[in-house]
């Protein structure tokens, strides 16, 4: 079964560190650019980061840039989302997301496979 599945979602204190991983079941994620987006309640979906499959482009959304970093290990087939000095309103679930297009954009459009999504809470 194809599948990607994050991990690595928790509780933190405001100013927290968390590193979220997003692993592929069943296909390599080797070719396709991956993006993370979150939901927080009540709020759309949006996109957070995007990377291509070589790691020569890499988008950040303007909320989170300078705090979050995206990154890839072809030879774990992994995408990890590094998230530090976290605030309450990064407080959403995260999904990871992948493209065959590898062309790295936030839009959601352009994602064919997606996660179910990890939790992660900013306590103030």
């Known amino acids: 079964q194809l599948q990607l599945v994050e991990s690595g979602g928790g509780l933190v204190q405001s100013g927290g560190s968390l590193r979220l991983s997003c692993e592929a079941n069943g296909f390599t994620l080797n070719y396709s650019a991956i993006a993370w987006f979150r939901q927080a309640p009540g709020k759309e979906r949006e996109g957070v980061s995007c990377i291509s499959s070589t790691g020569a482009l890499i988008r950040y959304a303007d909320s989170v840039k300078g705090r979050f970093t995206v990154s890839r290990d072809h030879a774990l087939n992994t995408v990890y989302l590094w998230m530090n000095n976290l605030k309450p309103e990064d407080t959403a679930v995260y999904y990871c997301?992948?493209?065959?297009?590898?062309?790295?954009?936030?839009?959601?459009?352009?994602?064919?496979?997606w996660g179910q999504g990890t939790q992660v809470t900013v306590s103030s």
């Open positions: 997301a992948s493209s065959a297009l590898n062309m790295p954009s936030l839009q959601q459009t352009i994602y064919e496979f």
